[in-house]
């Protein structure tokens, strides 16, 4: 009999290669009858010259099989979800347990693999259909960012036959703006990501102004924020949008204004020509870089986010939060997310994948996994599950009530030439005027 401690050792970050199976007899306490759980080796997809060659296999005219009366439920999970932390980890099994318990007739069989790469769901899905697709899963969870591209490509499937679609109108409204696709429920989203703030020292007790103006001049408190990569280049994001800007010209391509992205960058350029923005900066390529600088003491203030935030508060270490001070107020805060996808046709199984969201789903585990997980639900209602007295709840469902979706990509060359515009500033190499010139020529066709 399968115990916690095996299925806890399918979730440890640290092993290479993770998977394992849940079998309803097997998971039975007391069962005498119990059937060894599938163990379903990792391997790569076949080379094309492992394939048997079908013109030399003899055809035998066998009778038609009879339908499998226990659908078996292939799911493969990312490393961020299935083992984001070891207590998530926990939290996962017990519920994945207690779901085979309630469903002995479904088998489950669940394998971690990274979403992209060679090996990862997405190039399996892409490639495996047409070579082994006995091996494909029928449920996945990904990265929101990717629904479109993977319905535009056929790779997972409509399930407003098999999901109460009113269940969904509980998610936060950008949840709500990730689900479907091209008139059909597609996904459903259950964790929000990347939901910007500042952190600060847990000795600094007066609140935050949310006038960027007001924060960077008068004061002798020092900021730290990663200008090297994608988080100092969305905080610009925020105060381009704030100012107006838009990300696509007349011809739907992709585009930067002069003079909303001169008034965002100044900004910056502004807080670290005072000294507001420390030095540092140009040397940060991440944001748990920066949030080290405030527990030492070197500075203030730290550009954070959710994911940083929830994972490396303790006991013992509970710093400040706040809502990212902007032009006017704070600006929207722009996040992303993770969903769960089905990738079958078959009814049987599109069925059996959808009880297992609707359980995974629910407040309660929802709840206590996302907690464990120290990652954002989707569903306001599963903070329910955290500790009351955590302030951070309040602040966070403000923030996600008024959250707008990531709109580019993090690869983009949008996203790329804003990385170089805020280095420049954040380097005092270039004014404001110069860095946005040099992006918005940067995009044009």
Known sequence: MMD?????????????????????CDLLPGSETAVPPTITPTTETPEADSVPDTLNTPVFQLPDRTPQPNPKLIIWLPPEIASRTEAGAVVLSDQLLAFNNATPNIEISIEQKSVSGQGGILNYLRTGKNVVPAILPDLIAIPVQQITAVSEEGLIFPMEDVIDITTLEALYPVAQEWHSYNSHIVAYPFAITEMPLIEYSSTITEPLSMQWQAIITGTD?????????????????????????????????????????????????????????????????TIDEGRLLVQNGTADYALSASDEYLKGRTQELIPGFSAIPGLDGSPIPLVRGWAWAITTSDPVKKAAAAQLINSLTSPENLGNWSFNSRILPANPDAFGEWPTEDTFISFADQELQRANSLPINVSSPTMKALEDAVFDVITLSKTPADAAAEAVTTLQP
Do not use: C, H, W
Not at 9 to 24: D, E, N, R, W
């Open 4 to 24: 916690k401690t095996r299925i806890l050792k399918a979730f440890i970050p640290f092993l290479t290669v993770v998977i394992f199976a849940l079998s309803a």
């Open 221 to 285: 408190k020092t900021m730290v924020l990663p200008a090297v990569g994608t988080s100092g280049a969305k905080l610009a994001l925020q105060f381009y949008l704030q100012a107006g800007g838009s990300l696509e010209n007349e011809a739907g391509q992709p585009a930067l204004e002069l003079e909303p992205l001169t008034l965002a960058l100044k900004q910056l350029y502004d807080g670290r020509q005072n000294g507001f923005i420390l030095p540092q900066s140009s040397n940060l390529s």
